[in-house]
């Protein structure tokens, strides 16, 4: 934000404007990811299946995502007879308005994020544990019984996963020291290049916080809360139009966004895998060098994100759907043991290599 | 103000024509065909049509794949009564759309869904092919590329006129064959 200061507004005019500013920004990207994301599934998902994916709309179907979107849009909105309005309507927001805020939380490069924040790991992580609360609201008040036993057993599921997944977090941060976003970043950039980062010596914290982050997103194999073979559409079943659109666009921005925090807290964020950036070499001046390393640390950043998300969705045309409480048993019998065993790991390699 | 209406159509019409979910629903053979039009030999995906819903409020797509009883008929109208608006009908094979062999003799099969729910594209054989599957997809999309977004209520009122029954009561009576009555509510 002190980037931004030298600008000659008074306090009451700039602080609302660099938010709105924040908020178009991350709003229009968001747009664009889920847009992409959705497209990039189904044509992966047809690779998987030695499919071809849609491939009519478009150049090559790059459209396809852009159809669905309009045609949801203009679709009509059916609230049911015996719903609860006010829930029912308040639902899709408020699962949708907190994955939304946490996207400021995330450094893009080494000088912009929306909000930095001395403990923004842990406001990022705990602002994704909200929409649990829409999706039980959209459950109970959509009167179909589908629809809360869907919401029911992500409850059931949100308790299971929340607590490896902090407790992944907590590794980094004794490996850091610091729950800041941007700290834990420059933490990784000790060694200059790739073995800094702090998926060597957490690499167990990496691979719980994957599969509990798996189970965040409401995605195959932990996709009970809406198990098409289940329950018809689980707690969205009775959302139809733009009210379902929100709850699509929240999950795959949810995807999107968890895969960068997994990128920022494990894989070094926006850092470069050889310590020096690309344009460090190039014969230029440092006025235009230095805008040119922060497109590239965003480069950084989108690649890694992206290699975690074609993992998830390599998880998705792989795994089946476990039954519930095989994947309850597996998250409180293995998962979060393993994620307590990998904190005495990350504590003895901190107290015998010393400060890293 | 036409230019407007026009330009709202295009896009309108582009976007809805291109993806058509369908609803998982398949009563009998036929919809063996309609699984198989979803795997790596045919591939609906291209038309983006892969998306099978499980909830009818999400789908537009109704294919009717196979026999209709007359114990299934007031749950067809149900699922289709709880779609959202746009919303197509294929009447996938010749039970869906006349009866098919079941057309003569038989003392519980509805002869055609038409008789129950409007259908926009007709696609006789027993069983189908995949492959006409996807031309009735195709057929159906440049159909809907010809329609105009004002024009919808007329179609609803031209086909509850051709019905036999009342739709829009709370409890009402089907009449599929002349002597048969079954009751069902729609809430
Ligand atoms: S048309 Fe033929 S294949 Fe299709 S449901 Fe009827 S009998 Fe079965």
Known sequence: ?356 | MQVIAGAINTVYNWARSNSLWPLTFATSCCGIEMMSVSSANYDIARFGSEVFRGSPRQADLLIVAGTITQKMAPALLKLYEQMAEPKYVIAMGACACSGGMFRENSYSVVRGVDKIIPVDVYLPMCPPTPESLLEAIINLQKKIRTQDIFDRDDEIKAHKSRLKFDIDQKDLLICIDDDKYFEIEVG
């Open chain 1, 1 to 356: 934000m002190n980037y931004f200061n030298i600008s000659y507004f008074p306090d009451y005019v700039y602080i609302p404007l660099y938010y709105l500013i924040g908020f178009i920004v991350v709003a229009v990207l968001m747009l664009f990811v889920v847009l992409f994301l959705v497209l990039l599934e189904r044509k992966l998902l047809g690779f998987f299946t030695v499919r071809v994916g849609p491939n009519r709309v478009g150049f090559h179907g790059a459209l396809q995502t852009v159809a669905d979107a309009i045609k949801l849009l203009f679709k009509e909105d059916i609230i049911p007879l015996k719903a609860d309005k006010l829930l029912f309507t308040l639902s899709p927001i408020l699962v949708f308005a907190p994955i939304m805020t946490v996207w400021a939380y995330i450094p893009f490069n080494g000088f912009f994020a929306v909000q930095n924040s001395v403990v923004g790991s842990l406001i990022f992580l705990s602002l994704l544990s909200f929409p649990i609360l829409g999706i039980l609201f959209a459950g109970i008040s959509s009167a179909n019984k589908y629809s809360l036993l869907g919401s029911l057993r992500a409850c059931a599921q949100t308790l299971c996963y929340e607590l490896p997944i902090f407790i992944s977090l907590l590794s980094v941060v004794i490996l850091s020291g610091s729950l800041d976003l941007n700290d834990i970043v420059s933490a990784q950039s000790i060694n200059n290049n790739c073995f800094g980062w702090f998926i060597i010596p957490s690499l167990l914290g990496f691979i719980t916080f994957y599969i509990s982050s798996v189970a965040m997103m409401n995605r195959v194999p932990f996709d009970f809360p809406e198990a098409e073979s289940e329950f018809v559409g689980g707690y969205h079943t009775e959302y139809s139009g733009m009210k379902f659109a929100m709850f699509f666009l929240a999950e795959y921005a949810s995807m999107f966004i968890l895969c960068a925090f997994m990128a920022t807290i494990f894989l070094g964020g926006f850092l470069s895998p050889f310590g020096k950036y690309i344009s460090d070499f190039l014969p230029l001046s440092d006025l235009i060098k230095t805008p040119l390393i922060f497109i590239e640390q965003f480069f950084w950043l989108i690649l890694k994100t992206m290699v975690l998300v074609v993992a998830v969705i390599w998880t998705r045309a792989t795994l089946p759907r476990l039954r519930i409480d095989r994947s309850l048993e597996f998250f409180w019998k293995l998962i979060l043991p393993l994620s307590i065993l990998n904190i005495f790991i990350v504590c003895l390699i901190k107290l015998f290599m010393g400060a890293r």
